[in-house]
């Protein structure tokens, strides 16, 4: 087997990696509120998971500045 000469540089084994990249999630619509979400996960923002009421989302007010 063959086995390097010499040790390589930290840049250069950098150089060679930058092209490893995790590739992002693919989103789906939520069938309730519509809203993008990650597949096979409960919605973030209604609570829905495969048509049933996973946990119930307290909805956050906003604070008026006086």
């Known amino acids: 087997m063959a ?6 540089s930290t840049t250069r ?3 060679r990696r930058t092209h ?7 989103l789906s619509k939520c069938p309730q509120c519509k809203e993008p979400k990650t597949a096979h996960r409960i919605c973030p923002v209604c609570g829905f998971y495969k048509g ?4 119930e ?4 007010e ?3 500045k006086k």
Not at 57 to 60: S, T
Request: proline share 4%; charged share 45%; glycine share 8%.
């Open 13 to 15: 084994g950098r150089k």
């Open 62 to 64: 906003k604070k008026k």
């Open 3 to 8: 086995l390097p000469k010499r040790r390589h």
């Open 20 to 26: 490893w990249k995790i590739a992002s999630g693919n």
């Open 52 to 55: 049933k009421q996973v946990i």
């Open 57 to 60: 989302i307290k909805i956050k």
